[in-house]
């Protein structure tokens, strides 16, 4: 009888050991203390705040490690100057070496503006043309930029024959970005732009339906739609009501949109029927779908009340980018102290009082240059720009969106995805596409 009990305590105790063991593995780690700024009351938000605390919670687990990341959350409330208050406060009150965040292209540029002053790399999925990472070497983008998406959607016009589009874009810094490039891309392809039509993102139901029955009076029906999901939400379904969403049109959508349509409701989704968008390529893994399993667990924890809720890109580029972060910091270290004070003198500001990070050049210099295979795929940055590769062509049927090609910089269209195919040429044609239901269920338009 002695044997048995003697085995399940040294078994006790080994569990112990191993729990104590995990625990201790970073205790000696220095800790590098990084702000996270994120509308927190989005659903958006949300994904990505339990990427990015998965993400620490992955790097620190398999190994030893000399420093360890403290994420400091911050809720911007979807408020430019909230965003901005933020970043000053986690800036002052805990000197962070790197900020991740936020997500909105105008809370971006408040915050960009303000790592800039004082040395401190701010990591955005912004994806905003407005931005450039090239203007500013504190800013890196972690999406990809949206004019990557332009010859995809011109390839898309073209292949079906169109002459004539209308445009018809959120009034904000990140729907007016877009149409430059869209507007040359389109006149490259011989595609005349017939109309721009700005919607404001607080216009109300009588203000859509009168500029809906002013684009009845067009033409053209086809419409490329650059909106945010919170507008394009109350748009499609207006357009709907107007009739518009029928046989005879054809709409197409931008990645931000069409990458978050697992978020949108049902009826939005009713609503969209015989939509075309384009969005990022996320190839299948093993990895990919068990962390899949495990963020469900994790977000429906902590989100009871989000049934209708999936990862997506972006939640996925949030991993990646604080994965690259906290390598990142590995490499470089921790310096102490964080920030290099200025020469006293009166009438200083707060972000003057406070100095330049002593990180300054090589965290910055690391992050903007960085390669690394990721749950989103191949995660490379380069001049602090998120590199992008295939977009994938998508058609909302029934309760979702589904596949109907890809497109690629070198080989343009294509039903499968070309990978290093020496014998194939780019592709602007419709039967490299599969079958499209059209709104209505027309065949085409």
């Known amino acids: 009888m002695e044997t048995p009990r003697f ?114 790399p701010v990591i955005s999925p912004s994806t905003s043309l407005a931005l450039s990472s090239k203007e500013s070497q504190y800013f890196i983008r972690s999406a990809w930029c949206s004019s990557s998406q332009a010859k995809a959607i011109a390839a898309i ?51 859509l339906l009168q500029q809906l029955e002013q684009l009845k009076t067009l033409q053209t029906r086809v419409f490329v739609v650059v909106m945010l999901p919170n507008l394009a939400s109350r748009f499609f379904q207006t357009t709907e009501e107007a009739g518009m969403v029928s046989k005879g049109y054809a709409w197409i959508i931008s990645y931000v949109l069409t990458s978050l349509l697992d978020s949108v409701d049902s009826e939005t989704i009713e609503a ?16 990919l779908n068990h962390f899949t399993k495990r963020w469900r667990r994790r977000f429906h924890e902590e989100n009871p009340e989000m049934d209708r809720t999936e990862l997506n890109v972006f939640g996925l580029w949030a991993y990646d980018s604080t994965t690259a972060l906290a390598d990142a910091v590995e490499r470089v270290g921790v310096v102490s102290p964080q920030f290099k004070k200025p020469m006293q003198r009166w009438n200083l500001t707060d972000l003057e009082a406070l100095g330049t990070s ?11 240059n960085y390669k690394s295979k990721g749950l989103s795929g191949d995660f490379s940055i380069s001049n602090g720009q998120l590199q992008p590769s295939a977009f994938e062509i998508v058609n909302v049927v029934g309760a979702g969106a589904y596949r109907v090609g890809f497109w690629t910089e070198r080989y343009g269209i294509s039903q499968k995805l070309q990978v290093d195919d020496p014998t194939a040429v780019y592709s602007t044609k419709k039967d490299d596409l599969g079958g499209v239901v059209w709104p209505g269920r027309g065949v085409i338009v």
């Open 272 to 287: 969209m029927q015989g939509v075309l968008g384009v969005k990022p390529y996320i190839q299948r893994s093993r990895e």
């Open 7 to 120: 085995c399940f305590i040294y078994l006790l105790m080994f569990m112990s050991f191993c729990v104590v063991r995990l625990n201790c593995r970073n205790a000696t780690a220095e800790m590098a203390d990084v702000g996270v700024i994120l509308d927190l009351d989005t659903t958006l938000g949300k994904i990505c705040k339990a990427c990015v605390s998965m993400a620490i919670e992955d790097f620190y687990s398999n190994r030893d490690h000399n420093t360890m990341i403290m994420p400091h959350f911050r809720d911007s409330g979807t408020d430019a100057v909230a965003a901005a208050s933020a970043a000053i406060e986690l800036l002052k009150n805990t000197q962070v070496m790197a900020i991740l965040g936020p997500q909105r292209s105008i809370q971006a540029d408040f915050v960009i503006d303000i790592g800039e002053k004082v040395r401190v």
């Open 358 to 368: 002593n990180s300054y050049p090589s965290l910055v210099h690391l992050i903007r």
């Open 157 to 207: 016009v073209k292949a079906f024959g169109w002459k004539e589009v209308a445009l018809v874009y959120e009034d904000s810094n990140y729907g007016r970005g877009l149409i430059p490039i869209l507007a040359e891309e389109m006149l490259t392809s011989n595609v005349l732009m017939a109309n721009l039509s700005a919607v404001s993102p607080s216009a109300k139901h009588h203000q």
